[in-house]
């Protein structure tokens, strides 16, 4: 229990009062004595034009202060959130202690702002009151005044002369001619974007190489299902239905991304491509692109480029010599459509992830001779039943998912890692999974606890690898049914199988290489050129500061963008890039709440 006489509504409303005022009065020193002495503050656009998360009282008084960001910056009317979820509630924070955490809307003359936070309880003072300080604080740009994001049209246009046809026949036309953005990737990252630009009032345009909306799904192997749980990967404006399954199969994704085009009413042109060496003219602001649209040349003058093919780029397979003398097959994974082909052959799987997992247990049941996973390096593994103890109370069923993504987003990554990382919950990790992990031991298979410890969450922001959620593979790996060679590579080919870096040979029909793919960055340099690129930052991975690094924010080249992430991640920060183009639209300075802005 919250060891207070008053209950977390109170202390809430105490702490968000003086809160508020400290920062209207900007004094630095009042807003910082807020925050625990290693409390984190996570800005989302509300002091500066990008993401930055602060540990401790001298960080966080710096950013404060460096550039007047605070002392520029008007806020105004700070309140509780009222919505279920978000009002103060109590929260576990340790053996018989409770903390409190809540969200609060706050103004700015442009803008207004959403915040949450996680209060704890500071050892009572000579009175006996308690003090209640930030472990951290998150706070964000919600909306633009005057341009707030549309809820819905009426469906009666013109006073209920004109059918919907006609109207949007013509607004495509209009978007087709003149786009302010255009999303190279019609996958899920780049339809929510144009999604979310459509309720901002931003028209964009998306090219989707493949020739139909959900094809790049379709073509991976057939048994792939989404290993995170439906509440995780809904989409923005349309969630999923009661009856949606709880893991969604590739063919079902693969359909409701192509309704979602319809519904959503978005322009995307399919089989088309950008083409190399677009050119921005700093001076107009704007790109010269050109477009194969289904085998005719367009050439368009967007203000606003996002890529949006994903973190990975190419496949990644690596060199190795003589391959030509292989008889078998060869292939990376993205080519694997299914075990059908390999029945009765012997067949290596190079690479321990997520993929290769999933190839080895299909291979097995489909019926190959046999199966065996080379693994490189080690690799962390969880079971499915332990990643959904801790992954559901993230992403609840029948809570908006506004509400889910809020709370989420919210904690500061680099502090989930120092509290994932902690030995009680890396103890509780590997206990709960003891078995399973010493099966795999057993079995040759090499396995880690993940970055400092920190397990699967942190493995996702910074390499989108080296782990697998277990949705069967390692029963096949402890009973034989897929081996493991550990901690060697393939040196080269042979006539009939291959040649390892300890000096061994296995003979082998086919070789796959689950080895995942290059980042997405170097890709990009085939169309862009490698003069745009070089300018721009590292795609992917956690900065020094524990944000995504070059993914919806500035990436070092005006007007070019990269939206990278998984489903979550598009939901979240399409708004934040939309609120970025849409002030660059505006002629807004370079600090969202500056209250001599032209919106002010």
């Given at each position: 229990m919250v060891?207070?006489?008053?209950?977390?509504?109170?202390?809430?409303?105490?702490?968000?009062?003086?809160?508020?005022?400290?920062?209207?009065?900007?004094?630095?020193?009042?807003?910082?004595?807020?925050?625990?002495?290693?409390?984190?503050?996570?800005?989302?656009?509300?002091?500066?034009?990008?993401?930055?998360?602060?540990?401790?009282?001298?960080?966080?008084?710096?950013?404060?202060?460096?550039?007047?960001?605070?002392?520029?910056?008007a806020t105004s009317d700070f309140t509780l959130d009222t919505r279920e979820g978000l009002i103060p509630e109590e929260f576990p924070a340790g053996p018989n202690v409770n903390g409190i955490q809540f969200a609060f809307h706050f103004e700015t003359p442009?803008?207004?702002?959403?915040?949450?936070?996680?209060?704890?309880?500071?050892?009572?003072?000579?009175?006996?009151?308690?003090?209640?300080?930030?472990?951290?604080?998150?706070?964000?740009?919600?909306?633009i005044k005057g341009h707030e994001e549309i809820d819905h049209e009426s469906g009666l246009y013109e006073g209920h002369t004109r059918p919907w046809g006609e109207v949007k026949a013509e607004r495509d036309l209009e978007i087709e001619r003149n786009p302010n953005t255009v999303i190279i990737g019609g996958g899920q990252s780049g339809l929510m974007v144009a999604a979310r630009f459509r309720?901002?009032?931003?028209?964009?345009?998306?090219?989707?190489?493949?020739?139909?909306?959900?094809?790049?799904?379709?073509?991976?192997y057939p048994m792939l299902t989404l290993h995170t749980p439906r509440t995780h990967h809904q989409f923005l404006y349309a969630p999923f239905p009661k009856n949606w399954p709880t893991f969604t199969p590739r063919d079902r994704l693969a359909s409701w991304m192509e309704q979602y085009v319809d519904t959503q009413d978005l322009v995307v042109w399919t089989s088309s491509y950008p083409l190399p060496d677009p050119v921005y003219d700093?001076?107009?602001?704007?790109?010269?692109?050109?477009?194969?649209?289904?085998?005719?040349?367009v050439v368009l003058h967007p203000a606003n480029i996002i890529v949006a093919t994903g973190a990975l780029g190419d496949a990644n397979i690596p060199t190795i010599p003589s391959a030509s003398l292989f008889k078998g097959v060869t292939m990376h994974s993205s080519n694997y459509m299914g075990g059908t082909p390999f029945v009765g052959k012997k067949v290596l799987v190079v690479g321990s992830g997520n993929t290769s997992a999933d190839v080895c247990q299909d291979l097995v049941t489909q019926g190959a001779a046999s199966v065996t996973m080379i693994q490189r390096s080690s690799s962390y593994?969880?079971?499915?039943?332990?990643?959904?103890?801790?992954?559901?109370?993230?992403?609840?069923?029948?809570?908006?998912?506004?509400?889910?993504?809020?709370?989420?987003?919210?904690?500061?990554?680099?502090?989930?890692?120092?509290?994932?990382?902690?030995?009680?919950?890396?103890?509780?990790?590997?206990?709960?999974?003891?078995?399973?992990?010493?099966?795999?031991?057993?079995?040759?298979?090499?396995?880690?606890?993940?970055?400092?410890?920190?397990?699967?969450?942190?493995?996702?922001?910074?390499?989108?690898g080296g782990y697998f959620i277990d949705v069967g593979v390692t029963d096949m790996i402890i009973d034989g049914r897929v081996k493991v060679k550990s901690g060697i590579e393939i040196s080269e080919f042979k006539e009939t199988g291959v040649k390892f870096s300890d000096g061994s040979e296995q003979e082998a029909d086919a070789v796959i290489f689950a080895t995942g793919f290059k980042n997405t960055k170097p890709s990009m340099a085939n169309i862009f050129g490698e003069e745009i690129i070089s300018r721009t930052k590292k795609v992917w991975g956690m900065d020094e500061e524990g944000e995504i690094s070059g993914s919806y924010r500035p990436t070092g080249h005006p007007g070019l963008w990269f939206a990278t992430g998984d489903f979550f991640n598009a939901r979240v920060m399409s708004k934040q890039l939309a609120l970025q183009i849409k002030a660059q639209q505006l002629g807004l300075s370079s600090s969202v709440g500056l209250a001599s802005s032209k919106l002010a």
């Open positions: 060891h207070s006489s008053t209950g977390p509504n109170a202390i809430a409303s105490k702490w968000l009062e003086t809160f508020g005022k400290a920062l209207q009065t900007k004094d630095v020193d009042k807003v910082v004595d807020h925050f625990m002495p290693h409390g984190w503050l996570r800005d989302a656009l509300v002091f500066g034009w990008d993401f930055r998360a602060l540990e401790g009282h001298k960080k966080i008084a710096s950013y404060l202060s460096d550039g007047d960001a605070l002392a520029q910056t442009s803008t207004r702002c959403t915040g949450f936070t996680a209060l704890l309880p500071e050892p009572s003072d000579k009175e006996g009151y308690e003090k209640w300080k930030a472990l951290f604080v998150y706070v964000y740009v919600d909306e309720a901002m009032g931003i028209s964009t345009l998306v090219i989707e190489k493949t020739p139909r909306v959900g094809d790049h799904w379709r073509r991976r700093r001076q107009s602001g704007r790109w010269t692109l050109g477009v194969n649209k289904s085998g005719t040349s593994v969880i079971s499915s039943k332990l990643f959904l103890r801790d992954f559901n109370p993230r992403f609840k069923e029948g809570v908006h998912p506004d509400i889910n993504d809020l709370k989420t987003c919210a904690m500061p990554l680099g502090l989930l890692k120092h509290i994932l990382g902690s030995e009680p919950l890396q103890q509780d990790r590997e206990t709960f999974d003891k078995e399973m992990l010493d099966g795999l031991a057993r079995n040759g298979f090499k396995w880690n606890p993940g970055i400092d410890g920190s397990g699967i969450v942190i493995l996702v922001y910074s390499k989108l």
